[in-house]
């Protein structure tokens, strides 16, 4: 049964600290996508890659965030320095490209005080 | 831009009822439509999807939804709800230009209640 994962799953620090989330796909989708949902925002759209290269980061605060895939396995989404109003869920999703369903990890609940 | 609406926000429903979640979207052609469920600390998963075709699409679960392209709406139905159907739920609207972005754009949610 094929998944996203996502590690951690819950994640509490300290204002200024370095956040890294991880995001596996599942093997063989070529589209990658960071979400985030907070009780005020709903889910938005942070950035997406196809075949590891960026496409969209338009979602993404760019003086903090930063969103990579190392290779076709691995892809995170770093957050430097982190701030309280960062905290949220982080979705990752893969998929196969327009159109197609996008399979959602668990998440990452992001705390930070 | 796309946008997606979700009027209600909370429905609560009788075990047994049936039910319709109601979306609207906005966009300038037709999109790829979707409705995801997620329960309590878990992630999205999908119910159904809209491509093109028959504007009636069954899913997972016994739901279905109808596309009505007049009235910019995908609203979802069950005919009858089960405890277990109560979650939350999202539309979401995706760009169908071909080949382009992909990236969902969602509801604000409805938070389905099922009393017994």
């Known amino acids: 049964d094929a998944r996203v994962t996502q590690t951690p799953r819950d994640k509490v620090t300290e204002m200024g600290q370095e956040v890294t989330m991880r995001c596996q796909p599942i093997l063989g989708h070529n589209t990658v996508f960071w979400y985030r949902q907070t009780m005020k925002q709903g889910l938005e759209l942070l950035a997406y890659?196809?075949?590891?290269?960026?496409?969209?980061d338009s979602g993404m605060p760019k003086d903090r965030f930063s969103a990579e895939m190392p290779d076709a396995t691995l892809a995170t989404l770093k957050i430097q320095p982190s701030e309280p109003r960062d905290s949220a869920v982080y979705f990752c999703a893969s998929g196969l490209g327009p159109g197609f369903e996008q399979f959602f990890g668990p998440g990452t609940r992001l705390t930070v005080l | 831009a796309q946008s997606v609406t979700q009027p209600d926000i909370h429905i609560t429903v009788s075990e047994g009822a049936s039910l319709e979640l109601r979306c609207n979207y906005s966009y300038g052609a037709t999109p790829y439509l979707f409705w995801y469920v997620q329960s309590p600390g878990q992630g999205l998963q999908l119910l159904l999807k809209?491509?093109?075709?028959?504007?009636l699409v069954q899913g997972i679960k016994g739901f279905e939804a109808e596309f009505k392209r007049s009235q910019s709406s995908f609203n979802l139905r069950k005919p009858s709800v089960h405890w277990s159907d109560a979650a939350e739920y999202f539309c979401a609207v995706g760009l169908n230009s071909g080949g382009g972005a992909d990236g969902l754009t969602f509801g604000k949610g409805t938070h389905l209640i099922i009393q017994p």
């Open positions: 890659f196809r075949n590891r290269a960026p496409l969209d």
């Open positions: 809209y491509f093109s075709g028959d504007t």
